[in-house]
C-alpha cells in the first residue's frame, strides 16, 4: 500500500462524500459540508484529512480545531457532535489517519486532540468510556416497534397524546419555532446556545438530510428535536423543551411520532443522541427499546498531562452552569454564541 494523506481542499467535496456513502462507518457528522458551516458561522480552522492509495480514497478524518479562552486550543474530530472519528476501508488506514492527527496536534500547538468514535480504535491513546449513544433498531412498519414497547410504554405515550399534542415536522420554515424553544431549555440547562444563523446554515447546507420536529400544545411548540440523516441512518442532533412539556409528557409523543416518520423514511436505525452512562436521559431513551453502544474518546496531549476534565462533573463548571442557569434570557441570548463556539 502507498497511502498518502493530505488535506483536502473545497473541490474535494464529492469525492470526499461519495467515499463516505460506501462506508459502514461513514456518517452523518463525517460529511464534507460541515466545514464550511463550522468555517463561516463558527469561526473555527478545520483541517479535514483524506487517505489516497495509488489516488483512490480510502480513509477520511475530519478535525476541527477549536480555540477558547475559556478552554484552551482543541483539535478534535468532530466537535459539538456526537462522534466522528476516522472512516477509513481499514484499521492500518485508520491508524495512519490517527498518526497524521497526532502530528497535525502537535504543528498546531493544541492543549489535546480529541477523537470522538463509534467504535473502537487500533491505538495506544488514552480514552474516556463516559459517554454511549442510544441507538434504536427501526423497522419499515412501525407497527412494529410499537408492539415492541411494554404496555407501560405504549399507555404513558397514549396519555400524553390525549393532552392535545400534535407533532409538526420541516426544515427551514420550523426553525424560528425550533430555537425559540431551544434558547429556553439550554439556559435552564445552564448550556450557552449558538446564534440562529448556525442552525439555518446546517439546514440549507443539507436541506434533504435534516428534518425539524416541533411537538406542540394549542398551536405552540413545547417541546422539539432537529435530526440529519445519512445512509439509512438518523442522528439526533439537537433536543429540547419547555417546562410547560414536563407537564404534558410532551417528549412521549414527539418521540414516538418522531420514530414513526423516520421509520417511514426507510432508515434502519435511529441514534437518539449521546447519554453519560446511567444517566436519566439514558434511562428515558431506553424506554423505546434503545441499546445502549459505548462511544469511545480518544485524546492526546503533546505534554503528557492527564485527561481533560470538560465534563459537568468538574466543580470548576458545575459552578459557572448553576449561574447561567439564573440569567435573564436577554442576557443568555447576548453572552451564550461567543461562549458556545469555545465549548467542543
Keep these: 500500500m502507498s497511502l498518502t494523506i493530505r488535506e483536502t481542499t473545497d473541490a474535494d467535496q464529492s469525492t470526499w462524500d461519495g467515499f463516505l456513502a460506501g462506508q459502514r462507518t461513514g456518517s452523518f457528522y463525517h460529511r464534507f459540508g460541515w466545514q464550511e458551516v463550522v468555517r463561516r458561522r463558527l469561526g473555527h480552522r478545520t483541517a479535514y484529512l483524506m487517505a489516497c492509495d495509488a489516488g483512490r480514497v480510502a480513509g477520511v478524518l475530519p478535525l476541527t480545531y477549536v480555540t477558547s479562552r475559556l478552554f484552551g486550543k482543541i483539535l478534535c474530530s468532530v466537535p459539538f457532535m456526537n462522534y466522528g472519528g476516522p472512516c477509513a476501508e481499514s484499521a492500518e488506514v485508520s491508524s495512519r489517519l490517527v498518526a497524521a492527527a497526532v502530528e497535525k496536534a502537535r504543528e498546531l500547538g493544541a492543549d489535546y486532540l480529541e477523537l470522538r468514535c463509534a467504535a473502537p480504535l487500533e491505538t495506544d491513546l488514552p480514552v474516556s468510556l463516559r459517554k454511549v449513544s442510544m441507538t434504536i433498531a427501526l423497522d419499515p412498519d412501525p407497527e412494529v416497534l410499537w408492539n415492541g414497547f411494554t404496555s407501560k410504554h405504549r399507555k404513558n405515550v397514549r396519555r400524553a397524546a390525549k393532552n392535545g399534542l400534535e407533532v409538526r415536522t420541516g426544515g427551514l420554515e420550523l426553525l424560528p419555532e425550533f430555537y425559540s424553544v431551544l434558547e429556553h431549555s439550554w439556559r435552564d440547562l445552564g448550556t450557552p446556545l449558538y446564534r440562529l444563523d448556525y442552525f439555518r446554515s446546517i439546514v440549507e447546507t443539507f436541506p434533504d ?29 439537537w433536543q429540547g423543551g419547555l417546562p410547560q412539556a414536563r407537564i404534558l409528557d410532551a417528549n412521549y409523543v414527539l418521540y414516538w411520532e418522531m420514530i414513526r416518520d423516520i421509520c417511514l423514511r426507510g432508515c434502519r436505525e435511529f441514534h437518539l443522541g449521546r447519554s453519560t452512562a446511567d444517566s436519566g436521559s439514558e434511562w428515558f431513551k431506553s424506554r423505546w427499546n434503545a441499546e445502549s453502544k459505548q462511544l469511545f474518546w480518544y485524546f492526546f496531549r503533546p505534554d503528557g498531562g492527564p485527561l481533560p476534565a470538560l465534563n459537568v462533573d468538574n466543580p470548576r463548571y ?8 439564573r440569567l435573564p434570557l436577554w442576557m443568555t441570548r447576548r453572552l451564550g454564541p461567543p461562549l458556545a463556539r469555545g465549548i467542543p
Design 209 to 237: 438530510a435534516t428534518r425539524i420536529y416541533a411537538c406542540c400544545h394549542e398551536g405552540r411548540p413545547v417541546s422539539v428535536a432537529f435530526v440529519g440523516f445519512q445512509g439509512g441512518t438518523a442522528e439526533g442532533l
Design 318 to 325: 458545575r459552578l459557572a452552569i448553576a449561574a447561567w442557569q
